[in-house]
Protein backbone atom coordinates (compact mmCIF):
# COMPACT_ATOMS: atom_id res chain seq x y z
CA UNK A 1 0.00 0.00 0.00
CA UNK A 2 1.53 3.37 -0.61
CA UNK A 3 1.49 6.20 1.63
CA UNK A 4 1.05 9.44 0.79
CA UNK A 5 4.82 11.59 0.88
CA UNK A 6 4.96 15.75 1.29
CA UNK A 7 4.34 16.50 -2.28
CA UNK A 8 1.38 14.19 -2.44
CA UNK A 9 -1.47 17.19 -2.61
CA UNK A 10 -4.15 17.16 -0.50
CA UNK A 11 -7.35 15.25 -1.05
CA UNK A 12 -10.55 16.51 -1.85
CA UNK A 13 -13.28 17.51 0.16
CA UNK A 14 -16.01 15.91 -1.92
CA UNK A 15 -20.00 16.61 -1.46
CA UNK A 16 -20.12 14.29 1.62
CA UNK A 17 -17.40 15.51 3.64
CA UNK A 18 -18.20 17.96 5.77
CA UNK A 19 -15.27 20.63 6.38
CA UNK A 20 -13.45 20.90 9.66
CA UNK A 21 -14.78 22.55 12.64
CA UNK A 22 -14.10 25.97 12.71
CA UNK A 23 -11.40 26.01 16.27
CA UNK A 24 -11.65 29.70 16.75
CA UNK A 25 -15.69 28.48 17.73
CA UNK A 26 -14.30 25.94 20.60
CA UNK A 27 -15.36 28.50 23.17
CA UNK A 28 -18.01 29.99 22.07
CA UNK A 29 -20.05 28.71 24.56
CA UNK A 30 -18.40 31.13 27.07
CA UNK A 31 -19.68 33.97 25.39
CA UNK A 32 -23.09 32.70 25.63
CA UNK A 33 -22.43 32.08 29.47
CA UNK A 34 -21.13 35.35 30.01
CA UNK A 35 -24.13 37.00 28.20
CA UNK A 36 -26.40 35.16 30.37
CA UNK A 37 -24.35 36.26 33.91
CA UNK A 38 -24.61 39.69 32.41
CA UNK A 39 -28.29 40.08 31.93
CA UNK A 40 -28.69 38.40 35.62
CA UNK A 41 -26.11 40.97 36.99
CA UNK A 42 -23.54 38.30 37.84
CA UNK A 43 -20.44 40.08 35.92
CA UNK A 44 -17.01 40.34 37.70
CA UNK A 45 -13.79 41.81 36.86
CA UNK A 46 -10.65 42.21 38.20
CA UNK A 47 -9.95 46.14 39.55
CA UNK A 48 -5.96 46.51 40.47
CA UNK A 49 -5.87 48.29 43.62
CA UNK A 50 -3.08 50.78 44.06
CA UNK A 51 -0.38 50.67 46.94
CA UNK A 52 -1.11 54.26 47.71
CA UNK A 53 -5.52 53.79 47.45
CA UNK A 54 -7.10 56.67 49.14
CA UNK A 55 -10.16 54.69 49.44
CA UNK A 56 -11.54 53.42 52.85
CA UNK A 57 -11.29 49.96 53.20
CA UNK A 58 -14.21 48.27 54.30
CA UNK A 59 -14.26 45.43 52.13
CA UNK A 60 -11.00 43.47 52.97
CA UNK A 61 -10.26 40.65 55.42
CA UNK A 62 -7.83 42.85 57.51
CA UNK A 63 -9.81 42.03 60.66
CA UNK A 64 -6.95 43.79 62.83
CA UNK A 65 -5.47 45.95 61.11
CA UNK A 66 -2.03 44.26 60.85
CA UNK A 67 -1.52 44.00 56.95
CA UNK A 68 0.65 47.31 56.81
CA UNK A 69 1.96 47.44 60.36
CA UNK A 70 5.19 48.03 60.56
CA UNK A 71 6.44 44.47 62.87
CA UNK A 72 4.59 42.46 60.14
CA UNK A 73 5.98 43.84 57.20
CA UNK A 74 9.09 43.39 58.51
CA UNK A 75 9.14 40.24 59.75
CA UNK A 76 7.75 39.57 55.92
CA UNK A 77 11.12 41.15 54.60
CA UNK A 78 13.32 39.73 56.83
CA UNK A 79 11.91 36.10 56.05
CA UNK A 80 12.32 36.87 52.21
CA UNK A 81 16.06 38.16 52.89
CA UNK A 82 17.06 35.51 55.22
CA UNK A 83 15.22 32.27 53.03
CA UNK A 84 14.82 33.71 49.95
CA UNK A 85 11.50 34.44 47.76
CA UNK A 86 9.98 30.99 47.62
CA UNK A 87 9.61 28.00 50.05
CA UNK A 88 11.64 26.00 46.69
CA UNK A 89 9.65 23.05 47.01
CA UNK A 90 6.87 21.03 48.50
CA UNK A 91 6.80 20.75 52.72
CA UNK A 92 8.03 17.30 52.16
CA UNK A 93 11.15 17.60 49.97
CA UNK A 94 12.14 21.10 50.78
CA UNK A 95 9.81 23.70 51.87
CA UNK A 96 9.90 23.05 55.35
CA UNK A 97 12.12 25.83 56.90
CA UNK A 98 12.76 26.27 60.38
CA UNK A 99 10.45 29.55 60.15
CA UNK A 100 7.34 26.98 59.16
CA UNK A 101 8.39 24.99 61.98
CA UNK A 102 8.11 27.95 64.58
CA UNK A 103 5.34 29.37 62.83
CA UNK A 104 2.92 26.26 63.37
CA UNK A 105 4.66 25.51 67.06
CA UNK A 106 3.59 28.84 68.10
CA UNK A 107 0.10 29.01 66.11
CA UNK A 108 -0.88 25.47 67.76
CA UNK A 109 0.31 26.86 71.22
CA UNK A 110 -1.83 30.08 70.78
CA UNK A 111 -4.91 28.20 69.87
CA UNK A 112 -4.59 25.55 72.49
CA UNK A 113 -3.96 22.80 70.25
CA UNK A 114 -1.39 19.54 70.15
CA UNK A 115 -0.44 20.43 66.72
CA UNK A 116 -1.04 22.23 63.67
CA UNK A 117 0.25 22.20 59.78
CA UNK A 118 0.78 24.95 57.88
CA UNK A 119 -0.53 24.84 54.49
CA UNK A 120 -0.12 27.35 51.63
CA UNK A 121 -3.94 28.64 51.75
CA UNK A 122 -6.90 28.45 54.09
CA UNK A 123 -8.88 26.86 50.88
CA UNK A 124 -5.73 23.72 51.01
CA UNK A 125 -6.06 23.48 54.62
CA UNK A 126 -10.18 22.60 54.25
CA UNK A 127 -9.69 20.32 50.87
CA UNK A 128 -6.82 18.80 52.67
CA UNK A 129 -8.62 18.56 56.48
CA UNK A 130 -11.98 16.95 54.43
CA UNK A 131 -10.58 14.93 52.11
CA UNK A 132 -8.00 13.56 54.74
CA UNK A 133 -10.53 12.53 57.30
CA UNK A 134 -13.29 10.89 55.20
CA UNK A 135 -13.70 8.78 52.23
CA UNK A 136 -16.05 6.63 50.85
CA UNK A 137 -18.29 5.03 53.92
CA UNK A 138 -17.93 8.41 56.06
CA UNK A 139 -21.06 10.61 56.48
CA UNK A 140 -20.22 14.39 56.70
CA UNK A 141 -22.71 16.76 57.75
CA UNK A 142 -22.26 20.02 56.17
CA UNK A 143 -24.07 23.52 57.36
CA UNK A 144 -25.80 24.76 54.03
CA UNK A 145 -24.42 28.25 54.05
CA UNK A 146 -20.85 26.59 54.59
CA UNK A 147 -18.06 28.44 52.85
CA UNK A 148 -16.72 26.73 49.20
CA UNK A 149 -13.81 25.73 50.32
CA UNK A 150 -15.36 23.13 52.84
CA UNK A 151 -18.38 22.36 49.99
CA UNK A 152 -15.75 21.53 47.12
CA UNK A 153 -13.93 19.59 50.28
CA UNK A 154 -17.29 17.67 50.28
CA UNK A 155 -17.43 17.26 46.83
CA UNK A 156 -13.92 15.60 46.61
CA UNK A 157 -14.11 13.92 49.86
CA UNK A 158 -15.92 10.93 48.23
CA UNK A 159 -17.86 10.27 51.14
CA UNK A 160 -21.62 10.73 51.57
CA UNK A 161 -22.48 14.31 52.09
CA UNK A 162 -25.69 15.42 54.35
CA UNK A 163 -26.48 18.99 53.80
CA UNK A 164 -28.14 20.28 57.12
CA UNK A 165 -30.15 23.91 57.66
CA UNK A 166 -28.17 26.67 58.63
CA UNK A 167 -27.02 26.48 62.14
CA UNK A 168 -29.75 23.90 63.00
CA UNK A 169 -28.05 21.49 65.96
CA UNK A 170 -31.18 19.13 66.03
CA UNK A 171 -30.72 18.36 61.57
CA UNK A 172 -27.65 17.39 62.82
CA UNK A 173 -28.55 15.37 65.05
CA UNK A 174 -31.11 13.74 62.98
CA UNK A 175 -28.60 13.28 59.70
CA UNK A 176 -26.13 11.48 62.11
CA UNK A 177 -28.53 9.32 63.88
CA UNK A 178 -29.71 8.24 60.20
CA UNK A 179 -26.52 6.99 59.25
CA UNK A 180 -26.41 3.84 61.28
CA UNK A 181 -23.13 3.85 62.55
CA UNK A 182 -19.68 3.95 60.64
CA UNK A 183 -17.64 7.20 60.33
CA UNK A 184 -18.95 10.60 60.54
CA UNK A 185 -17.64 13.99 60.41
CA UNK A 186 -19.66 17.76 61.06
CA UNK A 187 -18.14 20.29 58.92
CA UNK A 188 -18.98 23.98 59.83
CA UNK A 189 -17.65 27.62 59.84
CA UNK A 190 -17.22 28.83 63.28
CA UNK A 191 -18.43 32.43 61.77
CA UNK A 192 -20.10 32.61 58.35
CA UNK A 193 -18.21 35.29 56.08
CA UNK A 194 -21.45 36.39 54.73
CA UNK A 195 -24.20 37.26 57.37
CA UNK A 196 -20.98 37.59 59.85
CA UNK A 197 -23.31 35.01 62.50
CA UNK A 198 -21.42 32.65 64.91
CA UNK A 199 -22.11 28.37 64.49
CA UNK A 200 -23.43 26.90 68.00
CA UNK A 201 -20.59 25.02 68.29
CA UNK A 202 -20.97 23.95 71.85
CA UNK A 203 -24.67 21.86 70.64
CA UNK A 204 -22.76 20.93 67.76
CA UNK A 205 -19.99 19.56 69.63
CA UNK A 206 -22.42 17.84 72.04
CA UNK A 207 -24.47 16.46 68.84
CA UNK A 208 -21.11 15.02 67.52
CA UNK A 209 -20.28 13.14 70.87
CA UNK A 210 -23.70 11.81 71.46
CA UNK A 211 -23.07 10.22 68.18
CA UNK A 212 -19.32 9.23 67.94
CA UNK A 213 -18.91 12.03 65.09
CA UNK A 214 -15.65 14.38 64.81
CA UNK A 215 -16.39 18.08 64.68
CA UNK A 216 -14.45 19.88 62.04
CA UNK A 217 -14.46 23.91 62.29
CA UNK A 218 -13.58 26.01 59.97
CA UNK A 219 -12.20 28.85 61.83
CA UNK A 220 -10.96 31.42 59.51
CA UNK A 221 -13.22 34.57 60.38
CA UNK A 222 -12.75 33.88 64.16
CA UNK A 223 -8.99 33.32 64.91
CA UNK A 224 -7.88 36.84 65.90
CA UNK A 225 -10.98 38.22 67.07
CA UNK A 226 -13.03 35.36 68.93
CA UNK A 227 -11.95 33.62 72.00
CA UNK A 228 -10.14 35.06 74.87
CA UNK A 229 -6.96 37.19 72.96
CA UNK A 230 -8.57 36.42 69.63
CA UNK A 231 -7.31 32.91 70.12
CA UNK A 232 -10.12 31.61 68.18
CA UNK A 233 -14.05 30.95 68.39
CA UNK A 234 -13.15 26.90 69.93
CA UNK A 235 -11.01 28.41 72.27
CA UNK A 236 -13.94 31.00 73.07
CA UNK A 237 -16.55 27.88 73.56
CA UNK A 238 -13.90 24.91 75.56
CA UNK A 239 -13.43 23.21 72.64
CA UNK A 240 -9.56 23.80 71.57
CA UNK A 241 -7.31 21.06 72.08
CA UNK A 242 -10.32 18.28 72.64
CA UNK A 243 -9.20 14.81 71.47
CA UNK A 244 -12.70 14.67 68.99
CA UNK A 245 -11.91 18.11 67.48
CA UNK A 246 -9.63 19.59 64.39
CA UNK A 247 -9.46 23.35 63.05
CA UNK A 248 -8.95 25.24 60.30
CA UNK A 249 -8.08 29.09 59.59
CA UNK A 250 -6.36 31.18 57.60
CA UNK A 251 -3.29 33.31 58.05
CA UNK A 252 -4.71 36.13 55.07
CA UNK A 253 -7.41 37.66 57.45
CA UNK A 254 -6.90 38.64 61.52
CA UNK A 255 -2.93 37.74 61.11
CA UNK A 256 -2.57 40.28 57.62
CA UNK A 257 -0.57 37.26 55.52
CA UNK A 258 -1.41 34.66 53.34
CA UNK A 259 -1.73 30.64 54.11
CA UNK A 260 -4.01 28.06 55.96
CA UNK A 261 -3.12 25.56 58.84
CA UNK A 262 -5.11 22.47 60.30
CA UNK A 263 -4.90 22.60 63.89
CA UNK A 264 -5.33 19.01 66.27
CA UNK A 265 -4.41 16.15 67.72
CA UNK A 266 -0.98 15.09 67.15
CA UNK A 267 -2.13 11.98 65.69
CA UNK A 268 -4.59 14.09 63.00
CA UNK A 269 -1.88 16.60 61.87
CA UNK A 270 0.59 13.23 61.29
CA UNK A 271 -2.32 11.98 59.26
CA UNK A 272 -2.49 14.89 56.82
CA UNK A 273 1.42 14.86 56.61
CA UNK A 274 1.29 11.74 55.16
CA UNK A 275 -2.13 11.28 52.99
CA UNK A 276 -3.63 14.64 52.35
CA UNK A 277 -2.71 15.77 48.44
CA UNK A 278 -2.84 19.72 48.78
CA UNK A 279 -0.25 19.55 51.35
CA UNK A 280 1.89 16.98 49.67
CA UNK A 281 2.02 18.24 46.09
CA UNK A 282 1.85 21.75 46.76
CA UNK A 283 4.60 23.93 46.92
CA UNK A 284 5.32 25.19 50.85
CA UNK A 285 4.31 28.47 52.11
CA UNK A 286 6.57 31.43 51.02
CA UNK A 287 9.04 32.43 53.49
CA UNK A 288 7.92 35.97 53.61
CA UNK A 289 4.23 35.10 54.41
CA UNK A 290 5.28 32.48 57.15
CA UNK A 291 7.33 35.57 58.48
CA UNK A 292 4.87 37.95 58.33
CA UNK A 293 2.07 35.63 59.93
CA UNK A 294 4.59 34.79 62.82
CA UNK A 295 4.88 38.44 63.55
CA UNK A 296 1.37 39.42 63.31
CA UNK A 297 0.51 36.22 65.81
CA UNK A 298 3.27 37.56 68.25
CA UNK A 299 1.80 41.13 68.35
CA UNK A 300 -1.45 40.11 68.62
CA UNK A 301 -0.56 37.65 71.89
CA UNK A 302 1.57 40.45 73.21
CA UNK A 303 -1.87 42.99 72.63
CA UNK A 304 -4.71 41.08 72.92
CA UNK A 305 -6.70 43.99 73.01
CA UNK A 306 -6.84 43.98 69.38
CA UNK A 307 -9.90 41.12 69.54
CA UNK A 308 -12.02 43.14 71.76
CA UNK A 309 -11.30 46.32 69.44
CA UNK A 310 -12.57 44.50 66.08
CA UNK A 311 -15.58 43.31 67.89
CA UNK A 312 -16.45 46.89 69.35
CA UNK A 313 -16.28 48.33 66.10
CA UNK A 314 -18.01 45.81 64.55
CA UNK A 315 -21.23 46.51 67.10
CA UNK A 316 -20.82 50.13 66.52
CA UNK A 317 -20.96 50.05 63.33
CA UNK A 318 -24.44 47.67 62.33
CA UNK A 319 -25.93 49.99 65.43
CA UNK A 320 -25.08 53.11 63.15
CA UNK A 321 -26.15 51.38 60.40
CA UNK A 322 -29.54 50.12 61.84
CA UNK A 323 -30.39 53.37 63.25
CA UNK A 324 -30.12 55.05 60.18
CA UNK A 325 -32.78 52.91 58.16
CA UNK A 326 -30.79 50.10 57.17
CA UNK A 327 -31.14 46.10 57.36
CA UNK A 328 -27.89 45.63 59.16
CA UNK A 329 -26.98 42.20 60.96
CA UNK A 330 -26.00 41.59 64.62
CA UNK A 331 -22.43 40.42 64.14
CA UNK A 332 -21.41 38.11 66.57
CA UNK A 333 -17.20 38.94 65.27
CA UNK A 334 -15.99 41.80 62.87
CA UNK A 335 -18.29 41.17 59.92
CA UNK A 336 -21.20 43.70 59.22
CA UNK A 337 -24.22 42.44 56.38
CA UNK A 338 -26.57 44.86 55.05
CA UNK A 339 -29.63 43.69 52.66
CA UNK A 340 -29.33 44.97 48.93
CA UNK A 341 -32.55 44.43 47.53
CA UNK A 342 -31.07 42.59 44.37
CA UNK A 343 -27.87 41.48 42.96
CA UNK A 344 -27.81 44.64 40.34
CA UNK A 345 -29.17 47.17 43.55
CA UNK A 346 -25.69 45.10 45.32
CA UNK A 347 -23.83 46.27 42.49
CA UNK A 348 -24.21 49.45 41.57
CA UNK A 349 -24.84 50.22 45.48
CA UNK A 350 -21.08 48.98 46.15
CA UNK A 351 -20.01 51.13 42.93
CA UNK A 352 -21.61 53.86 44.57
CA UNK A 353 -19.88 53.76 47.82
CA UNK A 354 -16.10 53.41 45.84
CA UNK A 355 -16.88 56.80 44.10
CA UNK A 356 -17.64 58.38 47.56
CA UNK A 357 -14.83 57.06 49.08
CA UNK A 358 -15.72 53.71 50.72
CA UNK A 359 -14.66 49.99 49.65
CA UNK A 360 -17.34 47.71 50.00
CA UNK A 361 -17.42 43.90 49.48
CA UNK A 362 -20.27 42.67 47.30
CA UNK A 363 -22.32 39.34 47.33
CA UNK A 364 -24.63 38.04 45.56
CA UNK A 365 -25.48 34.61 44.16
CA UNK A 366 -23.35 32.29 43.57
CA UNK A 367 -21.61 33.02 46.57
CA UNK A 368 -24.80 33.42 48.59
CA UNK A 369 -28.43 32.37 47.85
CA UNK A 370 -30.64 33.77 45.59
CA UNK A 371 -32.37 36.72 47.45
CA UNK A 372 -29.56 37.17 49.63
CA UNK A 373 -27.61 39.84 48.04
CA UNK A 374 -25.78 42.10 50.12
CA UNK A 375 -23.02 44.46 51.15
CA UNK A 376 -20.31 43.08 53.42
CA UNK A 377 -18.33 45.43 55.20
CA UNK A 378 -15.17 44.67 57.30
CA UNK A 379 -15.56 46.30 61.11
CA UNK A 380 -11.96 46.39 61.17
CA UNK A 381 -10.37 46.97 64.62
CA UNK A 382 -8.37 49.96 63.50
CA UNK A 383 -10.99 52.06 62.19
CA UNK A 384 -11.12 55.90 63.88
CA UNK A 385 -14.45 57.70 64.76
CA UNK A 386 -13.70 59.86 61.68
CA UNK A 387 -13.93 56.71 59.68
CA UNK A 388 -16.92 55.23 61.39
CA UNK A 389 -18.92 58.58 60.71
CA UNK A 390 -17.93 58.75 56.70
CA UNK A 391 -18.54 54.93 56.33
CA UNK A 392 -22.06 55.27 57.73
CA UNK A 393 -22.81 58.45 55.53
CA UNK A 394 -21.78 56.86 52.48
CA UNK A 395 -23.28 53.78 53.02
CA UNK A 396 -26.57 55.24 54.21
CA UNK A 397 -26.51 57.86 51.81
CA UNK A 398 -25.54 55.36 48.46
CA UNK A 399 -28.54 53.42 49.55
CA UNK A 400 -30.79 51.68 47.19
CA UNK A 401 -33.75 52.27 48.56
CA UNK A 402 -35.75 55.38 48.59
CA UNK A 403 -38.06 54.67 51.80
CA UNK A 404 -36.96 52.56 55.20
CA UNK A 405 -36.21 49.00 53.23
CA UNK A 406 -37.31 47.16 56.61
Not at 53 to 65: K, Q
Not at 150 to 174: E, K
Not at 322 to 350: C, F, I, K, M
Request: glycine content about 10%; proline content about 7%.
Amino acid sequence: MAHPTATDPAPATGPDQAAAPDPGAVFDWLDRRAALRARAGLTRTLRSRPADDPVLDLASNDYLGLVRHPRVTRAAADAALRWGGGATGSRLVTGTTELHTELERELADFCGAEAALVLSSGYAANLAALTALTGPGTLIVSDAYNHASLIDGCRLSRAAVRQVPHADPGAVRAALAAHGGGRALVVTDSLFSVDGDAAPLPELSAACRAHGAALLIDDAHGLGVLGPGGAGAPAGCGLAGTPDTVVTVTLSKSLGSQGGAVLGPRRVIRHLTETARTFIFDTGLAPAAAGAALGALRLLREEPHRAARARQTARQLAGRLTAAGLPANTPDAAVVSVRAPSPEAAVTWAADCRAAGVAVGCFRPPSVPDGHSRLRLTARGDLTDAQLDLAVNVISRTAPWNADPR
